[in-house]
């Protein structure tokens, strides 16, 4: 199987490459136009800020990719929030892949949101194997607003959507590679959609 992360320079790549190699699949980096669309499985990962991911995105002209892609795609954490419609971070606007808004937690709880919080409502392959709140790590400022394509939720100063899927379309606002073995599972039922 030819699993590639998407390379434009934000991202975490390092913890996504060793969670794969501990599933025994070796993943590759490219922002190659022709090396992206001949991969059986993509990852979008994120972590940074959105309006300057935005601007890579666009200047490798990945932002005209990703929404052409028909294999299973996983945006996790920033790489999710792109692929909305609008992020209120840097008031960027998104890939329109699915069609929820990103917007900040408001200063009354700490932000970013950082460490192990629950997932819920799961509804997708994707947590096959999952128990309903399970525990995932993570770390953001900003969440997507529910909407039809939410398959899990997560409550923190609000009930938001922490996962979201639309036809071959999965994004994340969790870090499975960060998530010990429910992380891992997750990765594992994404190799085997």
């Known amino acids: 199987m030819k699993l590639v992360i ?5 991202g975490n790549i390092k913890s ?3 969670a794969f190699k501990r ?11 022709v090396e992206i669309r001949s991969a059986d499985k993509i990852i979008f990962p994120g972590v940074g800020e959105a309006s300057s991911a935005m601007k890579m995105l666009k200047e490798n002209h990945l932002d005209r990719l990703i929404p052409t892609l028909k294999q299973p ?15 209120e971070e840097g008031n960027t606007k998104g890939l329109d892949i699915f069609k929820t808004d990103v917007k900040r937690f408001s200063n009354s709880v700490k932000v970013p949101q950082m460490g192990w919080n629950i ?7 994707l947590f096959k194997g999952i128990k309903e709140k399970e525990y995932m790590y993570l770390v953001h400022s900003y969440y997507a607003e529910h909407c039809a394509e939410t398959i899990a ?9 922490t996962a979201l899927k639309h036809e071959n379309f999965y994004g994340v606002q ?16 994404f190799l085997e959609l």
């Open 6 to 10: 998407i390379d434009y320079g934000a």
């Open 16 to 18: 996504i490459q060793f």
């Open 23 to 33: 599933l025994g699949c070796e993943a590759v980096l490219s922002k190659i136009p």
């Open 73 to 87: 795609v996983l945006g996790i954490c920033l790489g999710m929030q792109l692929m909305c419609q609008h992020t």
């Open 119 to 125: 997932i819920k409502d799961l509804k997708s392959d």
């Open 153 to 161: 939720t997560t409550d923190y100063e609000i009930n938001y959507a």
């Open 174 to 189: 969790f870090h499975p590679e960060k998530s010990s073995v429910a992380g891992e599972q997750i990765l594992k039922n």
